[in-house]
């Protein structure tokens, strides 16, 4: 089995399909490298909660791939991960924007690890910051993941 960052790589040069997830949303990996990934995201109607703005769980759904995606491009073959906590900071009001989120890996472990990412707007403002707490599996634990 390749390594996930072979696999990433493969989806973002378009040579297999995105995770369902971002089918579903609209956002599209933009960069990948290990402990980083770029995630874009178009907001409109679409993703509006029912005042109009942008739904504070597509927020977290893009900042938590691209920090998925971060993590993930840092495991070695037969490795995979899960997370164990997330947390975000909703900065600024969006309603129809060109979104960027950007993860990074702030601290890798042999098992735990802590993410970061933080989502901007066209005019480079930061709409949100999260965080996130993975746990890195190997052997059984990473069967079927």
């Not at 072979?6 to 290990?34: H, N, V, W, Y």
């Not at 495991?75 to 164990?84: A, I, R, W």
């Not at 066209?122 to 052997?139: D, H, I, W």
Request: hydrophobic share 40%; proline share 6%; net charge negative.
């Amino acid at each position: 089995m390749p390594r996930m960052l072979d696999r990433i790589q493969m989806m973002l040069r378009d040579e297999s399909p995105p995770p369902p997830i971002a089918t579903l949303i609209g956002f599209k990996l933009t960069s990948i490298e290990p402990g980083q990934a770029v995630i874009e995201f178009e907001a409109g109607a679409r993703h509006a909660n029912p005042m109009g703005k942008l739904n504070g769980g597509v927020l977290c759904d893009i900042a938590d791939e691209a920090m998925g995606m971060a993590y993930a491009a840092t495991l070695d073959e037969g490795e995979t991960f899960t997370t164990l906590e997330l947390k975000i900071n909703f900065l600024k009001p969006v309603w129809n924007a060109r979104l960027r989120a950007v993860g990074k890996v702030v601290k890798r472990g042999q098992t735990i690890g802590f993410v970061e990412c933080d989502v901007t707007d066209e005019q480079q403002q930061l709409v949100a910051r999260a965080t996130a707490t993975c746990m890195t599996l190997r052997g059984e634990q990473a069967q079927g993941r």
